[in-house]
């Protein structure tokens, strides 16, 4: 006789939802959103067809849509022409950057927003690395004051949550304390922590044009063969100061994840990357998977492995589900 079945807790979707064990809703999620200069542009990016370059105006259109759908947190990266960009980043922090000028029109606009900014040198830096860039290599310590300043005038633009993708050792530390002598106790740091050398980012430098102009990102990003690495990186942040950690990519690193909720009580955060993403569209458009099965579970998994927030492509797809259901 088995006394133990537990195909009776599978009966029936009332009795599934009942011991579910991960549920999933909007307020976990973030939305990326690629901004350009200009007015009236929304253009689709190739290798990731759910994403767009939008200029501020149709920015705006689309975080109107997506609070609507209980979509209330937005990471915002700029697209930067080539003419703006300089050895030392110097537009990050210009009183004409573009990025800045809209982040304050969202903010007036939509008070209730929570946005994210993206704090490294590489959307700025005519070297198209994370940081300053001296015979070929990358310069930990000059790069920090730059990314002091530019951590500053986006707290001044009203970001709520500043994020250091750079991967500089000590950048939380200079951050926090350059935003506390300014004033901006309240502004948050949501830290790349455990960000890997991936080979899964490539729609997002089309989307940007920020691929590094010689060599590759090696010798900061993490290598994606080291787990307990993350570790290290992750007690340096909490300790420098940090509010949220981060794991990137998400779906190929969900033992980081799991290994970094274990180890933190700071909120962990999870990139679900473009290279991640577009795979999956790929496979739905050749009818291999079901697309939005596919995503569900996806982002099931990524939130089963202890991801407190998700930032993914298909954040506003999934929402105008949950929302119909």
Same mark, same amino acid.
């Given at each position: 006789?088995?006394?133990?079945?537990?195909?009776?807790?599978?009966?029936?979707?009332?009795?599934?939802?009942?011991?579910?064990?991960?549920?999933?809703?909007?307020?976990?999620?973030?939305?990326?959103?690629?901004?350009?200069?200009?007015?009236?542009?929304?253009?689709?990016?190739?290798?990731?067809?759910?994403?767009?370059?939008?200029?501020?105006?149709?920015?705006?259109?689309?975080?109107?849509?997506?609070?609507?759908?209980?979509?209330?947190?937005?990471?915002?990266?700029?697209?930067?022409e080539?003419?703006?960009?300089?050895?030392?980043?110097?537009?990050?922090?210009?009183? @004409?950057?573009?990025?800045?000028?809209?982040?304050?029109?969202?903010?007036?606009?939509?008070? *209730?927003?929570?946005?994210?900014?993206d704090?490294?040198m @590489?959307?700025?830096?005519?070297?198209?690395?994370?940081?300053?860039?001296?015979?070929g290599?990358?310069?930990?310590?000059?790069?920090?004051?730059?990314?002091?300043?530019?951590?500053?005038?986006?707290?001044?633009?009203g970001?709520?949550?500043?994020?250091?993708? @750079?991967?500089?050792?000590?950048?939380?530390?200079?951050?926090?304390?350059?935003?506390?002598?300014?004033?901006?106790?309240?502004?948050?740091?949501?830290?790349?922590?455990?960000?890997?050398?991936s080979?899964?980012?490539g729609?997002?430098? &089309?989307?940007?044009?920020?691929?590094?102009?010689?060599? @590759?990102?090696?010798?900061?990003?993490?290598?994606?063969?080291?787990?307990?690495?993350?570790?290290? *990186?992750?007690e340096? &942040?909490?300790? *420098?100061?940090? &509010?949220?950690?981060?794991?990137?990519?998400?779906?190929?690193?969900?033992?980081?994840?799991?290994?970094?909720?274990?180890?933190?009580?700071?909120?962990?955060?999870?990139?679900?990357?473009?290279?991640?993403?577009?795979?999956?569209?790929?496979?739905?458009?050749?009818?291999?998977?079901?697309?939005?099965?596919?995503?569900?579970?996806?982002?099931?998994?990524?939130?089963?492995?202890?991801?407190?927030?998700?930032?993914?492509?298909?954040?506003? *797809?999934?929402?105008?589900?949950?929302?119909?259901?």
């Amino acid at each position: 006789m088995m006394y133990q079945r537990p195909r009776r807790n599978r009966r029936s979707e009332a009795i599934r939802s009942a011991v579910r064990e991960t549920r999933l809703h909007p307020s976990q999620l973030v939305v990326p959103l690629f901004l350009t200069d200009g007015s009236s542009h929304r253009q689709v990016i190739p290798s990731l067809n759910v994403a767009y370059r939008m200029s501020g105006d149709e920015t705006e259109r689309e975080i109107e849509a997506c609070l609507k759908l209980g979509l209330d947190k937005f990471i915002v990266f700029p697209a930067v022409e080539d003419s703006l960009k300089d050895k030392v980043a110097s537009y990050s922090y210009a009183e @004409d950057n573009f990025y800045l000028k809209v982040a304050r029109k969202l903010k007036e606009r939509f008070p *209730e927003a929570c946005l994210i900014s993206d704090v490294a040198m @590489d959307p700025y830096s005519s070297d198209g690395h994370d940081g300053y860039v001296e015979n070929g290599r990358i310069v930990n310590d000059v790069t920090l004051p730059i990314l002091q300043k530019m951590s500053v005038a986006q707290a001044q633009a009203g970001f709520d949550i500043l994020g250091p993708s @750079d991967m500089m050792d000590g950048r939380v530390g200079a951050m926090r304390e350059a935003l506390d002598e300014a004033g901006y106790y309240e502004t948050g740091i949501m830290s790349y922590t455990a960000k890997y050398a991936s080979a899964f980012y490539g729609p997002f430098r &089309d989307a940007l044009d920020s691929a590094p102009k010689t060599g @590759d990102k090696k010798t900061y990003q993490m290598d994606p063969a080291n787990k307990f690495e993350a570790l290290v *990186e992750g007690e340096l &942040d909490t300790v *420098e100061g940090a &509010d949220f950690l981060m794991v990137k990519p998400a779906l190929h690193y969900l033992d980081v994840i799991g290994l970094m909720k274990e180890n933190f009580s700071l909120p962990i955060a999870a990139y679900h990357v473009s290279g991640e993403c577009a795979m999956l569209i790929a496979a739905a458009e050749r009818g291999w998977v079901d697309r939005a099965r596919g995503v569900d579970e996806t982002l099931t998994s990524i939130s089963r492995a202890g991801a407190d927030v998700i930032i993914t492509y298909f954040a506003r *797809e999934w929402a105008e589900r949950f929302k119909n259901s």
